[in-house]
């Protein structure tokens, strides 16, 4: 169909006079003396809710590091979806008008069961690095496992922090250099020491390595600046093998007894999803980590929500267990500890509060998470730790 001249000046005509009407409209509404403008974005409400505010602010290659599995990253989608297959089963006319969060972990209490795992390279993700994960959990009254891959040196993260640092150990070939590093941590204060044991070598991670992964110039691991540059630099990988200059794979349970004849602070095992693995821990009286290593290690092992149940039966109460791998909601967390957890560790939500928002987005991480525990407690009837069992789980 041909349209005149004529007939289109009149469509322009009426298209601005329905624009104006409109306006008209919008403002006739508007309050009056109230400046009309779009209302201020909401702060994150969930967790998830970081990771896109996070990614903005990032670089590609660290943003990729943060958020890469192992493999095809199955497992890392495995991790969440696992605590979806699980039903909740609610209770009801419970009273729960007071809620008690605390516990009690190798003597450390607690006034929530939610832990800050080890990361490593926090200055990747936020100028101020690690200084500002200790004060955000700090303010949150939250306690952070401090990595051994941290761009901050445990003793200066000591100096910032506001609640208790617990340490995260790589066993190294060089044993004087492990002893001497554990000695530091003790001396900065650690509360406790996490050996991870599921790191012979480095997993295959296909994103990290397509994002050119490298530590940036002037960016070292500063807990290891003894082993010397080859060593305290940015590649995880000898060149021409499978294994790494900072990781043991030659390590034992003989090494685990010889650290904890060294440690004057309790041991935990990270890394431990075999049933079996976990009664030799029990016997030898090393607390555990059900971890698969936030799924970049070994792709295809199941989701730490799954591998728990099997280990809790195993240890049978003879040692505190924690958890994490895939924590996202305080319904997670309810789940965890139903399923025989005493507290859960979260990751990359809180890597993505740091980039989003510096220590504050650490917090509000922290906090929205433990509220939505809180929630979740009460909802299902709940009123302490104590009364959360298996049958919060719906079979």
């Known amino acids: 169909m041909r349209t005149t001249r004529r007939q289109a000046f009149g469509a322009v005509l009426g298209f601005a006079a329905g624009s104006r009407a409109l306006r008209s409209g919008a403002a006739a509404r508007q309050p009056a003396g109230v400046p009309s403008r779009a209302a201020p974005p909401l702060p994150p409400g969930t967790l998830a809710e970081f990771e896109p505010l996070a990614k903005r602010r990032m670089t590609h290659m660290a943003y990729e590091y943060v958020s890469a599995g192992a493999g095809d990253e199955l497992t890392l989608h495995e991790n969440q979806t696992a605590f ?14 007071t809620l008690d969060t605390r516990v009690t972990i190798l003597g450390q209490a607690l006034e929530f069961p939610i832990l800050l795992a080890p990361t490593a390279y926090h200055r990747l993700v936020h100028a101020e690095g690690e200084l500002a994960t200790v004060r955000g959990a700090g303010a949150a009254g939250a306690t952070l496992v401090a990595s051994s891959f941290a761009t901050t040196s445990i003793e200066d993260m000591a100096k910032a922090a506001r609640s208790p640092l617990w340490f995260q150990l790589y066993v190294n070939k060089d044993r004087g250099f492990t002893r001497d590093l554990v000695q530091r941590a003790e001396s900065a204060g650690c509360r406790a020491l996490c050996v991870t044991v599921d790191s012979p070598l480095t997993g295959n991670r296909h994103r990290e390595r397509l994002a050119g992964f490298a530590l940036p ?25 499978i294994y790494s200059a900072v990781l043991d794979p030659a390590l034992t349970w ?18 431990v999803l075999s049933p079996d693995d976990a009664s030799t821990a029990a016997e030898a009286g090393s607390a555990i980590i059900v971890s698969n290593h936030g799924a970049r290690n070994l792709d295809t092992v199941p989701a730490t929500i799954d591998a728990l149940p099997r280990v809790v039966d195993a240890v049978a109460g003879r040692v505190p267990i924690l958890m994490d791998g895939g924590v996202r909601r305080g319904t997670d967390v309810l ?14 939500p809180y890597l993505f509060g740091l980039g989003a928002q510096g220590a504050d987005g650490v917090t509000a991480v922290v906090r929205i998470l433990r509220r939505e525990f809180e929630m979740a407690m009460a909802l299902t009837g709940r009123r302490s730790l104590k009364e959360i069992d298996r049958t919060v789980l719906w079979r």
Not at 84 to 97: A, E, F, I, W
Not at 217 to 241: D, V, W
Not at 335 to 348: E, Q
């Open 84 to 97: 979806d297959r699980l039903k909740l089963h609610p209770r009801v006319l419970r009273d729960v008008s």
């Open 217 to 241: 110039p002037g960016m070292e691991r500063s807990n290891l600046k003894a082993l010397g540059a080859a060593t305290a630099g940015a590649s995880h990988r000898l060149e021409s093998t």
């Open 254 to 271: 003989k090494d685990i007894e010889w650290l904890r004849g060294l440690s004057r602070v309790p041991v935990l095992l990270k890394g």
């Open 335 to 348: 789940k965890a500890l139903a399923s025989g957890a005493s507290a859960v560790l979260i990751g990359r």
